[in-house]
């Protein structure tokens, strides 16, 4: 595994003609020993900020730490004293280190960050896709979300961990050239965002003549990165993107950063906190100041849309799966269990067919399904019997015949003989893990459209149940960006050459609002001036994440709205929805969790209080 890591960082390119290249390649890489075999990490964590002779303001400590582990078991992630530990080395004891550490594989369900990645100071990362279907920049849905305990983003940033190649030690293998193998996990993402962390800050030294401090390298990486489509608690700030990072600094025309570049609503006991809670009550308001640098040498124009997401549509199927797959698809039954195809084939979106298309303004797309427990779980001891998996595929129509599914009975079912055009489909996202409900999510979905985007569904079996029919219920739901009222700015700002001009954003929660997390975020578009001094449009587009935390306050119940199927129901995130995304067969983290701020009036402390 730390070879693996180590690879991901500085891995030279040299074995299996350039197999494995690192990030950073030219990066010296510290190894402070077997985190599993005795010592205890918090002394590597220190021994980061401090180097050989333990005082960080000598030059000989690593700058950048890694880390690619977790405490699956601990809870409170983000109030915890290991995440405040770490918070508090790059916040404090030395502003010259930085921490990417990953937030784990427990996902799909929310708040399953583990620690330390719920540290608030650090680099928490996220896995994305680098697929070998050409598929990029979406959500791996076993990347553990956000939020921590206290409420706040993570992940931090999102880079790839789904999937890439990385050496092995040598001694395990007879030949240096097969040494080597494709692995993921936030575990990948983390040395890939390490690695990439060194060249901006390797840039920045460059151009700056010193060394950046960890949030200021923080709230610049965030700020040139990608914005994916994804809300706060799946992508952070976006996707790392280090070219644009090093083109900012290299003062290329057009570029720009923002600090702070992601906001946790609120105060906490009359101030507003880098690292624990913040609340905002409804009547409430707040102002803060973002500073938006313009780095090149033309003026440039910032257009500001407060945003939220919003769904747009919603769709329900039932299958009812007859049978033991015996009968080869015959009369509507299933055609059992086959790894290289699915049982159904629903296309979401034909290009060209008005009937057969997601809606315009989709800059997220949702896809779930379930299955019944008496199925799932027949004998009610937590082993699986039948499951659900699911898979986007992306259809591209070579052969220009139309056909994405031989369905000759025309029962939508992908019966023997049917899956006919395989190799037109290539894989945008899939779920294949153990529990009761798959998800998966693509952001910006027309990205990967060509001719077609579907949706593949199998009924899994491991043993079979006993149940006939077997209920299966799916579900896809299209989600757009549309105007937040609580957040107040300015439309726009000109921007002069090499200046940094501080906007004032404001955040007021209407009376009545419902408690709760809400995730938000401020879009920024960019205009640089073109020969003829007008602005056009350039290429650095990104979202500012903003949370914003509304507390309960004294006794109250939590009840969910209907499962009635409305459009207007559906949400990515609610506290009083929560799915079946428990992964049976991995850590504590796994499930779906909610963490509830509640603000206790004094005359009610009696000593006690039920839940």
């Given at each position: 595994?730390?070879?693996?890591?180590?690879?991901?960082?500085?891995?030279?390119?040299?074995?299996?003609?350039?197999?494995?290249?690192?990030?950073?390649?030219?990066?010296?890489?510290?190894?402070?020993?077997?985190?599993?075999?005795?010592?205890?990490?918090?002394?590597?964590?220190?021994?980061?900020?401090?180097?050989?002779?333990?005082?960080?303001?000598?030059?000989?400590?690593?700058?950048?730490?890694?880390?690619?582990?977790?405490?699956?078991?601990?809870?409170?992630?983000?109030?915890?004293?290991?995440?405040?530990?770490?918070?508090?080395l790059t916040r404090i004891y030395n502003q010259n280190t930085s921490y990417a550490v990953?937030?784990?594989?427990?996902?799909?369900?929310?708040?399953?960050?583990?620690?330390?990645?719920?540290?608030?100071?650090?680099?928490?990362?996220?896995?994305?896709?680098?697929?070998?279907?050409?598929?990029?920049?979406?959500?791996?849905?076993?990347?553990?979300?956000?939020?921590?305990?206290?409420?706040?983003?993570?992940?931090?940033?999102?880079?790839?961990?789904?999937?890439?190649?990385?050496?092995?030690?040598?001694?395990?293998?007879?030949?240096?050239?097969?040494?080597?193998?494709?692995?993921?996990?936030?575990?990948?993402?983390?040395?890939?965002?390490?690695?990439?962390?060194?060249?901006?800050?390797?840039?920045?030294?460059?151009?700056?003549?010193?060394?950046?401090?960890?949030?200021?390298?923080?709230?610049?990486?965030?700020?040139?990165?990608?914005?994916?489509?994804?809300?706060?608690?799946?992508?952070?700030?976006?996707?790392?993107?280090?070219?644009?990072?090093?083109?900012?600094?290299?003062?290329?025309?057009?570029?720009?950063?923002?600090?702070?570049?992601?906001?946790?609503?609120?105060?906490?006991?009359?101030?507003?906190?880098?690292?624990?809670?913040?609340?905002?009550?409804?009547?409430?308001?707040?102002?803060?100041?973002?500073?938006?640098?313009?780095?090149?040498?033309?003026?440039?124009?910032?257009?500001?849309?407060?945003?939220?997401?919003?769904?747009?549509?919603?769709?329900?199927?039932?299958?009812?799966?007859?049978?033991?797959?015996?009968?080869?698809?015959?009369?509507?039954?299933?055609?059992?269990?086959?790894?290289?195809?699915?049982?159904?084939?629903?296309?979401?979106?034909?290009?060209?067919?008005?009937?057969?298309?997601?809606?315009?303004?989709?800059?997220?797309?949702?896809?779930?399904?379930?299955?019944?427990?008496?199925?799932?779980?027949?004998?009610?001891?937590?082993?699986?019997?039948?499951?659900?998996?699911?898979?986007?595929?992306?259809?591209?129509?070579?052969?220009?015949?139309?056909?994405?599914?031989?369905?000759?009975?025309?029962?939508?079912?992908?019966?023997?003989?049917?899956?006919?055009?395989?190799?037109?489909?290539?894989?945008?996202?899939?779920?294949?893990?153990?529990g009761p409900q798959a998800e998966v999510r693509v952001g910006l979905p027309f990205e990967?459209?060509?001719?077609?985007?579907?949706?593949?569904?199998?009924?899994?079996?491991?043993?079979?149940?006993?149940?006939?029919?077997?209920?299966?219920?799916?579900?896809?739901?299209?989600?757009?960006?549309?105007?937040?009222?609580?957040?107040?700015?300015?439309?726009?700002?000109?921007?002069?050459?090499?200046?940094?001009?501080?906007?004032?954003?404001?955040?007021?929660?209407?009376?009545?609002?419902?408690?709760?997390?809400?995730?938000?975020?401020?879009?920024?578009?960019?205009?640089?001036?073109?020969?003829?001094?007008?602005?056009?449009?350039?290429?650095?587009?990104?979202?500012?994440?903003?949370?914003?935390?509304?507390?309960?306050?004294?006794?109250?119940?939590?009840?969910?709205?209907?499962?009635?199927?409305?459009?207007?129901?559906?949400?990515?995130?609610?506290?009083?929805?929560?799915?079946?995304?428990?992964?049976?067969?991995?850590?504590?983290?796994?499930?779906?969790?909610?963490?509830?701020?509640?603000d206790w009036p004094a005359e009610l402390d009696t000593g006690g209080m039920a839940i």
């Amino acid at each position: 595994h730390g070879t693996l890591c180590a690879s991901a960082i500085a891995a030279q390119g040299v074995i299996s003609d350039g197999a494995i290249k690192g990030m950073a390649p030219n990066a010296t890489i510290s190894s402070i020993g077997n985190h599993y075999s005795g010592g205890h990490a918090l002394d590597g964590w220190r021994f980061i900020a401090e180097g050989y002779d333990g005082n960080p303001e000598t030059p000989d400590q690593p700058n950048i730490g890694s880390f690619s582990f977790g405490y699956s078991s601990i809870d409170d992630s983000g109030s915890d004293g290991y995440s405040l530990y770490l918070d508090w080395l790059t916040r404090i004891y030395n502003q010259n280190t930085s921490y990417a550490v990953a937030i784990g594989n427990g996902g799909h369900g929310f708040g399953t960050t583990k620690v330390p990645g719920a540290a608030h100071g650090v680099f928490s990362v996220g896995a994305f896709s680098s697929r070998s279907s050409d598929s990029w920049g979406q959500n791996a849905p076993w990347s553990n979300r956000g939020p921590n305990v206290v409420g706040r983003m993570d992940p931090d940033i999102v880079s790839v961990g789904w999937s890439a190649t990385g050496d092995m030690p040598l001694n395990s293998y007879e030949s240096a050239n097969s040494a080597w193998t494709t692995w993921g996990g936030t575990s990948l993402a983390t040395p890939i965002a390490a690695g990439l962390i060194a060249l901006v800050a390797e840039s920045w030294l460059q151009n700056k003549g010193e060394y950046p401090k960890s949030q200021e390298l923080r709230d610049f990486v965030l700020s040139t990165s990608d914005d994916r489509g994804y809300e706060p608690f799946i992508q952070g700030g976006g996707w790392l993107n280090a070219s644009r990072a090093v083109s900012t600094l290299d003062g290329d025309n057009g570029s720009w950063w923002a600090s702070p570049a992601q906001w946790n609503s609120g105060t906490f006991q009359g101030s507003h906190r880098d690292a624990n809670i913040n609340l905002l009550k409804p009547g409430e308001s707040q102002n803060v100041d973002i500073e938006f640098t313009n780095s090149g040498d033309s003026e440039i124009l910032l257009q500001y849309s407060p945003t939220k997401f919003s769904p747009l549509e919603h769709n329900i199927m039932v299958w009812e799966s007859i049978g033991n797959g015996s009968d080869n698809g015959a009369n509507g039954t299933w055609d059992g269990y086959q790894s290289n195809e699915p049982d159904l084939l629903i296309p979401l979106h034909i290009t060209g067919n008005e009937s057969i298309q997601i809606h315009g303004d989709t800059t997220q797309l949702r896809a779930r399904a379930t299955i019944e427990y008496s199925a799932l779980d027949p004998n009610k001891q937590r082993i699986s019997h039948e499951r659900v998996f699911l898979q986007v595929y992306r259809w591209t129509d070579y052969d220009n015949d139309g056909v994405f599914h031989n369905d000759t009975d025309q029962d939508g079912m992908v019966d023997a003989g049917e899956w006919t055009e395989s190799d037109e489909m290539e894989e945008v996202t899939n779920w294949f893990s153990n529990g009761p409900q798959a998800e998966v999510r693509v952001g910006l979905p027309f990205e990967d459209v060509r001719d077609g985007l579907m949706l593949g569904v199998w009924r899994y079996v491991d043993e079979f149940s006993g149940e006939d029919p077997v209920r299966i219920e799916i579900d896809w739901t299209t989600f757009g960006v549309v105007n937040e009222d609580w957040i107040s700015i300015l439309n726009e700002t000109v921007i002069t050459s090499g200046a940094s001009i501080s906007i004032e954003m404001n955040i007021s929660i209407p009376e009545g609002t419902v408690p709760g997390l809400y995730q938000q975020g401020l879009h920024i578009q960019s205009f640089e001036v073109d020969d003829e001094g007008n602005f056009s449009t350039i290429g650095h587009n990104w979202t500012l994440p903003i949370v914003t935390n509304v507390p309960w306050e004294g006794p109250f119940s939590l009840l969910p709205k209907p499962l009635d199927g409305n459009v207007s129901n559906q949400t990515l995130y609610t506290e009083s929805w929560i799915s079946g995304a428990t992964r049976w067969n991995w850590r504590a983290e796994s499930g779906d969790w909610r963490f509830l701020s509640i603000d206790w009036p004094a005359e009610l402390d009696t000593g006690g209080m039920a839940i």
